[in-house]
């Protein structure tokens, strides 16, 4: 018999022992110090702090640097934004600032997991050791190594340069375990055709954790105005990483594909927004989760929202931690040829709640297996013989429990 009151978010990380599995990842909301011991006071379990380079491999970012994707909706509603595509650099803040910052935030937090993100070349063992070895000495409690900004830093070769070569990243990790003791975790790029790759290799070279995703390499757009890429730096952009709710099927699938391949704890990452995103990390394979773009939109207060609501849903479950849970859903990601062909279903639909937009009827019509047409009072009525059961217009649908699929 298990009771409400038993139930707990704390969760045990690389050793580490966390409040709850919510850590604000490298980025913006993590850029100094100060923006981290707000966070840890509003409730995060822990922070990776913006990427830190050796001062000879920062330098100052372009203006502007990030530019959104929204539905546009009415003029007179305010826009939904699900993307965020940004061209920043690491920091630009010197080694010696962050480490006197490192230094007071985990005294000030012991309880909170402080994990400093570094970066260095490919090629450059002795940057990767001074930036471990200062991080450590300086009360850091892991290393996230980032193999995977997308841009800017793979022009230098590091970033995800080093993170698309496996063997550079066992390289690399084999380096940084050579001079410290605390926990290594790389992060990896989705901008590769098997993330498991360069994740087997690092631990190899002696990872004791892998974190996933970073952004996705993309183009947002043009102005149709001036014919000029966004984020408009001086008429010219370049391709960026893309981060937000539109990437979640991006990092779930590399986070399930990493459960299902390595034997070292996964932090998740890319497009949790709410606790409901959290659990689908977690339910994947993710031990603990990080959220950046949430935060750029929402702030730090989400937190609560977050902590609340995964406490219900483990709650609601029965289960008493996220041990319980952890990897469940994992092994329900399958090949495709072991999936069931004998299961039949086609569509069914609610004329109690169906508005009439025809939406179904049209992408049946044009895309699908012309299953559906329109009665007298302009309600659609399946042809059972002819409905395949692909569910297009259960996607179409603008109402939510307008169209179901029933077995045939
Ligand atoms: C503006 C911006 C800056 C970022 N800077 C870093 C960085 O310095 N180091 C890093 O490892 N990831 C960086 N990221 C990637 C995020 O940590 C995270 O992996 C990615 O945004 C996906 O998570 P999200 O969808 O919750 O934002 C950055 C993301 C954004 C949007």
């Not at 707990?8 to 100060?34: Q, R, Y």
């Not at 990776?48 to 970012?61: A, F, L, R, S, Y």
């Not at 072991?338 to 009439?356: A, E, M, P, Q, V």
């Amino acid at each position: 018999m298990k009771f409400a009151d038993e139930v707990s978010l704390a969760v045990e990380f690389c050793g580490f022992k966390m409040p709850n599995p919510f850590i604000l990842s490298s980025a913006p909301p993590t850029g100094t110090g100060d923006m981290i011991r707000v966070a840890f006071r509003a409730g995060w379990g822990g922070a990776v702090t913006k990427t830190i380079g050796m001062d000879k491999d920062i330098g100052p970012n372009v203006t502007p640097r990030l530019h959104h994707l929204s539905f546009p909706g009415k003029a007179d509603e305010p826009k939904k934004l699900y993307g965020l595509q940004n061209i920043e650099l690491i920091t630009d803040r010197k080694l010696e600032i962050w480490l006197n910052e490192i230094q007071m935030i985990t005294k000030e937090f012991p309880d909170r997991l402080l994990i400093a993100s570094i970066m260095a070349g490919g090629d450059d063992k002795e940057s990767w050791q001074t930036l471990a070895k200062s991080c450590e000495l300086n009360g850091a409690k892991m290393l996230e190594l980032n193999f995977s900004c997308p841009h800017g830093m793979p022009e230098k070769g590091m970033g995800a340069a080093v993170g698309q070569n496996p063997e550079v990243c066992k390289t690399v990790t084999s380096w940084v375990k050579e001079v410290t003791k605390i926990p290594v975790m790389p992060k990896m790029t989705p901008n590769i055709t098997d993330i498991t790759a360069p994740a087997l290799a690092s631990i190899e070279g002696g990872a004791d954790a892998i974190s996933a995703i970073n952004t996705v390499g993309a183009v947002m757009g043009i102005d149709l105005k001036t014919l000029n890429p966004f984020p408009d730096v001086g008429g010219y952009s370049t391709p960026g990483g893309y981060s937000g709710p539109a990437i979640k099927p991006i990092g779930l699938k590399a986070v399930s594909s990493l459960y299902n391949s390595i034997n070292v704890p996964i932090s998740g990452m890319g497009g949790i927004e709410n606790w409901k995103d959290a659990a689908e990390y977690i339910l994947l394979g993710a031990r603990t989760v990080q959220l950046c773009t949430a935060v750029m939109f929402h702030g730090f207060s989400i937190i609560e929202e977050l902590n609340d609501g995964l406490t219900g849903f483990l709650e609601d479950h029965g289960f008493q931690s996220l041990d319980d849970c952890v990897g469940l859903s994992a092994k329900k990601i399958t090949d495709h040829v072991k999936l069931d062909r004998n299961i039949k279903k086609i569509s069914s639909f609610n004329h109690k709640t169906c508005i009439k937009c025809d939406l179904c009827y049209i992408s049946c019509r044009d895309a699908g297996y012309q299953a559906i047409a329109v009665n007298e009072e302009r309600y659609p009525v399946v042809d059972t013989a002819r409905c395949t059961g692909c569910s297009l217009c259960e996607q179409v649908c603008p109402v939510w429990d307008c169209v179901k699929l029933v077995t045939a």
